[in-house]
């Protein structure tokens, strides 16, 4: 009797995507295992991925905007993708065929750079000029026009209520925005650096902003002028982070590399990837919490295995580390599998000592 066909077998994360420009954003679907991609020639697509061999394959593709996709975004059902552009139109399209169901051209005066979902009505869009509008899209209009910022808005966050509103802005300072009473209510001090990306912790009694000078500043909830607390990471920047557990935060940076990194205690856990040195735009996390996606330079979609990050124990004490180790591989395709990359990062490790107790040592600039 013949042998059945032998199973083809399950790979660790799905194969890369190569796309035919650099992305600027990606976002995975909220229930379904398909990412989203935009590029810097205004085309966006539609990817269904998965871990068969040969099984991850573009679904459709949409060429409406005239300039750079600067961000895109799932609306929370998962029935349509809002996309953003330099161009500074919203395109929203149905997620089932790519299909531009509705276009607000001029929906801003400069160019558009991030999109956020509030809910099953509303959306958030930030602009280079540091013009934040919020949506009523029933009303197909702006029903909150505030310009607080002076320079881009990065990133965008909005707490569980869908009450509070932060922005983390170029010009390195955190907006805050009340949703519900459609106001502006304060910005942080402003911080070394551009503020990139911003990300609540700590089941929202945290909130964390990664800055482009390769910090992250965290900020008690409701104690939104000043920071908390900071963590020098020892990397050249932090240009885009995601929450992956209540504590742990993925960041990617302009060295290619995403860390992995545990908030209070403070502490670089290890290297989840790299695009070799290509920076990294943006980071997605699949909705069960095992998958990373991130996209940089490379014209390339990769994806990382993250499912041991939600059992890391972090111990409050540090054990003196020798100086000089590579960065911990927390995947299996992480480089540090056995072979030393960037001498740079070798003082990672020792990340920090000074943020380690939650104190700043490194406070006297």
Same mark, same amino acid.
């Given at each position: 009797?013949?042998?059945?066909?032998?199973?083809?077998?399950?790979?660790?994360?799905?194969?890369?995507?190569?796309?035919?420009?650099?992305?600027?954003?990606?976002?995975?679907?909220?229930?379904?295992?398909?990412?989203?991609?935009?590029?810097?020639?205004?085309?966006?697509?539609?990817?269904?991925?998965?871990?068969?061999?040969?099984?991850?394959?573009?679904?459709?593709?949409?060429?409406?905007?005239?300039?750079?996709?600067?961000?895109?975004?799932?609306?929370?059902?998962?029935?349509?993708?809002?996309?953003?552009?330099?161009?500074?139109?919203?395109?929203?399209?149905?997620?089932?065929?790519?299909?531009?169901?509705?276009?607000?051209?001029?929906?801003?005066?400069?160019?558009?750079?991030?999109?956020?979902?509030?809910?099953?009505? /509303?959306? @958030?869009? $930030? !602009?280079?000029?540091?013009?934040?509008?919020?949506?009523?899209? &029933?009303?197909? *209009?702006?029903?909150? %026009?505030?310009?607080?910022?002076?320079?881009?808005?990065?990133?965008?966050?909005?707490?569980?209520?869908?009450?509070?509103? /932060?922005? @983390?802005? $170029? !010009?390195?300072?955190?907006?805050?925005?009340?949703?519900?009473? &459609?106001?502006? *209510?304060?910005?942080? %001090?402003?911080?070394?650096?551009?503020?990139?990306?911003?990300?609540?912790?700590?089941?929202?009694?945290?909130?964390?902003?990664?800055?482009?000078? $390769?910090?992250?500043?965290?900020?008690?909830?409701?104690?939104?002028?000043?920071?908390?607390?900071?963590?020098?990471?020892?990397?050249?920047?932090?240009?885009?982070?995601?929450?992956?557990?209540?504590?742990?935060?993925?960041?990617?940076?302009?060295?290619?590399?995403?860390?992995?990194?545990?908030?209070?205690?403070?502490?670089?856990?290890?290297?989840?990837?790299?695009?070799?040195?290509?920076?990294?735009?943006?980071?997605?996390?699949?909705?069960?919490?095992?998958?990373?996606?991130?996209?940089?330079?490379?014209?390339?979609?990769?994806?990382?295995?993250?499912?041991?990050?939600?059992?890391?124990?972090?111990?409050?004490?540090?054990?003196?580390?020798?100086?000089?180790?590579?960065?911990?591989?927390?995947?299996?395709?992480?480089?540090?599998?056995?072979?030393?990359?960037?001498?740079?990062?070798?003082?990672?490790?020792?990340?920090?000592?000074?943020?380690?107790?939650?104190?700043?040592?490194?406070?006297?600039?």
């Amino acid at each position: 009797p013949q042998e059945p066909p032998a199973a083809p077998r399950l790979r660790d994360t799905p194969e890369d995507i190569s796309l035919e420009a650099a992305a600027n954003a990606i976002a995975l679907h909220p229930a379904r295992a398909l990412l989203a991609a935009g590029d810097v020639d205004g085309d966006v697509y539609l990817y269904g991925y998965s871990c068969l061999p040969g099984d991850t394959q573009q679904l459709w593709s949409s060429g409406h905007h005239l300039k750079s996709c600067r961000d895109v975004a799932f609306s929370p059902d998962g029935q349509r993708l809002f996309t953003v552009s330099k161009d500074k139109a919203i395109h929203i399209l149905t997620v089932e065929d790519g299909r531009l169901e509705t276009r607000i051209a001029k929906a801003h005066s400069a160019a558009l750079n991030c999109v956020l979902p509030i809910d099953h009505h /509303l959306l @958030a869009t $930030g !602009d280079d000029g540091g013009e934040l509008k919020v949506w009523d899209l &029933r009303k197909g *209009e702006a029903i909150l %026009e505030s310009r607080q910022h002076e320079e881009y808005i990065s990133a965008m966050a909005v707490d569980g209520n869908k009450k509070i509103l /932060l922005t @983390a802005s $170029g !010009d390195g300072t955190m907006g805050v925005f009340n949703i519900k009473r &459609r106001r502006f *209510e304060l910005l942080s %001090e402003p911080q070394n650096g551009d503020l990139t990306s911003v990300a609540l912790l700590k089941r929202g009694k945290k909130v964390a902003c990664g800055c482009s000078e $390769g910090t992250i500043y965290l900020f008690n909830w409701n104690g939104f002028g000043a920071t908390s607390d900071r963590f020098a990471l020892r990397a050249e920047s932090v240009d885009c982070m995601v929450p992956i557990t209540e504590s742990i935060v993925c960041t990617g940076s302009l060295d290619g590399v995403i860390r992995a990194v545990n908030i209070l205690p403070n502490r670089v856990l290890g290297c989840v990837g790299q695009h070799l040195g290509e920076p990294i735009e943006q980071l997605a996390v699949a909705p069960d919490g095992q998958l990373l996606a991130s996209c940089a330079h490379d014209q390339k979609v990769k994806f990382w295995d993250i499912s041991s990050l939600g059992s890391m124990v972090v111990d409050e004490y540090r054990k003196k580390k020798k100086r000089g180790g590579p960065l911990k591989a927390l995947t299996s395709k992480a480089p540090g599998s056995g072979e030393d990359f960037f001498a740079d990062l070798r003082e990672e490790q020792e990340a920090t000592a000074e943020a380690a107790t939650g104190s700043d040592s490194d406070d006297s600039d």
